[in-house]
C-alpha cells in the first residue's frame, strides 16, 4: 500500500468512524437511551440498526487495512535469538536479504 492509499484509507476510517458514532447516538434517540450509557439494549424494530451494523462492518474492514499500514503489515522487528530488534530500513526485501545471510 503506497503512501497515498494509506492516507486515503485513513481518511475512509475516519469517516466511517463518525458515521458509526452518528447512527449510535441516532440509535439511541429512537430507543430513548442516553447515547452515554455504558449498557444499552436496542428494541428489534430500531430502523437505524441495519444502517449501524453495516457502518460498524465497513469501519472494522477499513480499520483492518489501515492497520497493515503502507508495509502491508510490516512494522519493522526482526525476531532474533527470541528478542526483537528494530530494522531501520522498513524495506521487506532487504530485511529477508539480511535474514538469509545470517
Not at 500500500?1 to 447516538?25: C, F, P, Q
Not at 503489515?73 to 530488534?85: K, S, T
Request: hydrophobic residues 30%.
Amino acid at each position: 500500500m503506497s503512501y497515498d492509499e494509506s492516507k486515503a484509507a485513513k481518511d475512509t476510517l475516519i469517516g466511517w468512524g463518525n458515521t458509526v458514532r452518528h447512527l449510535w447516538v441516532k440509535m439511541c434517540e429512537e430507543d430513548g437511551m442516553n447515547p452515554a450509557a455504558s449498557f444499552v439494549v436496542f428494541s428489534a424494530d430500531n430502523k437505524y440498526k441495519q444502517f449501524y451494523d453495516a457502518a460498524r462492518r465497513e469501519y472494522r474492514e477499513t480499520l483492518q487495512i489501515v492497520s497493515q499500514g503502507p508495509g502491508g503489515g510490516y512494522v519493522g522487528l526482526v525476531m532474533e535469538q527470541g528478542a526483537g530488534r528494530r530494522v531501520d530500513s522498513g524495506v521487506r526485501g532487504e530485511v529477508r536479504k539480511r535474514n538469509k545471510r545470517r
